[in-house]
């Protein structure tokens, strides 16, 4: 029989033995490291857009494109190529987005010059010109947006954004016409412009004409 003494010694042991096991699982190394905290984010960490804001442009992770002529106008150069090599879904994905990147630019100047006006009409005035480029650009991509859809046989994509054209430019200007000819040539209008006869002499509209919001992706 054990006697109370050695009994409790043996309970003192044990204890001291589990409290050295507990205190080394705690000091090592894959224990340390498993409890570390993860590191702050550096303050200049790049942070995601978020996707529900529609003022702002969205690069997608294939082209990085930005909000930029240069970033549109490389867009446009995308496209070029993908349609000389029939690869009509490329050029349609890279011509939406170059005309969103030209239309917010374009919205986002004249915003800035409304907010000039009367305070600096130099700024004003710099920051108007830089919409109505834009605009022009931006007409420019939908025009190549509607004829790769015609391409594609697909009329009923091409006939709305031809209008809008139509309506941004005006009939009587180069791409206004050229987007009427592509109405005519669709059979959604039926008469020709210019008519046969017809000097050709109208009074023409001396910008594109830039968007008061967003113009919706096609």
Same mark, same amino acid.
């Given at each position: /029989?054990?006697?109370?003494?050695?009994? #409790?010694?043996? %309970?003192?042991?044990?204890?001291?033995?589990?409290? +050295?096991?507990? +205190? /080394?699982?705690?000091? @090592?190394?894959? %224990? $340390?490291?498993?409890?570390?905290?993860?590191?702050? +984010?550096?303050?200049?960490?790049?942070?995601?857009?978020?996707?529900?804001?529609?003022?702002?442009?969205?690069?997608?992770?294939?082209?990085?494109? $930005?909000?930029?002529?240069?970033?549109?106008?490389?867009? /446009?150069?995308?496209? @070029?190529?993908?349609? @000389?090599?029939?690869? %009509?879904?490329?050029?349609?994905?890279?011509?939406?987005?170059?005309?969103? $990147?030209?239309?917010?630019?374009?919205?986002?100047?004249?915003?800035?010059?409304?907010?000039? !006006?009367? &305070? =600096?009409?130099?700024?004003? =005035?710099?920051?108007?010109?830089?919409?109505?480029?834009?605009?022009? /650009?931006? =007409?420019?991509?939908? %025009?190549?947006?509607?004829?790769?859809?015609?391409?594609?046989?697909?009329?009923?994509?091409?006939?709305?954004?031809? $209008? !809008? &054209?139509?309506?941004?430019?005006?009939?009587? #200007?180069?791409?206004?016409?050229?987007?009427?000819? !592509?109405?005519?040539?669709?059979?959604?209008?039926?008469?020709?412009?210019?008519?046969?006869?017809?000097?050709?002499?109208?009074?023409?509209? @001396?910008?594109?004409?830039?968007?008061?919001?967003?113009?919706?992706?096609?």
């Amino acid at each position: /029989m054990i006697s109370a003494g050695t009994q #409790r010694f043996l %309970y003192h042991s044990c204890i001291t033995l589990f409290s +050295a096991i507990a +205190a /080394m699982t705690l000091l @090592s190394p894959s %224990y $340390v490291q498993a409890q570390t905290p993860p590191a702050p +984010a550096t303050p200049n960490q790049a942070q995601p857009i978020d996707p529900k804001n529609p003022n702002i442009i969205q690069p997608s992770a294939q082209n990085n494109s $930005v909000l930029s002529v240069a970033g549109g106008q490389r867009l /446009m150069s995308e496209a @070029s190529s993908a349609i @000389s090599s029939q690869n %009509y879904d490329t050029a349609v994905k890279k011509l939406q987005e170059a005309r969103q $990147v030209f239309n917010q630019m374009s919205n986002f100047y004249q915003q800035l010059a409304g907010n000039f !006006q009367g &305070i =600096d009409n130099r700024i004003a =005035d710099s920051q108007r010109k830089k919409a109505l480029d834009t605009a022009q /650009m931006r =007409d420019d991509a939908t %025009y190549q947006l509607a004829l790769v859809h015609r391409a594609q046989n697909k009329p009923e994509l091409a006939v709305p954004l031809l $209008v !809008q &054209i139509v309506n941004s430019q005006n009939p009587t #200007r180069d791409l206004g016409k050229k987007a009427y000819q !592509q109405l005519f040539e669709l059979g959604f209008v039926d008469a020709p412009f210019p008519r046969t006869g017809d000097t050709g002499n109208a009074p023409q509209r @001396s910008e594109a004409k830039p968007p008061e919001q967003s113009t919706p992706k096609q």
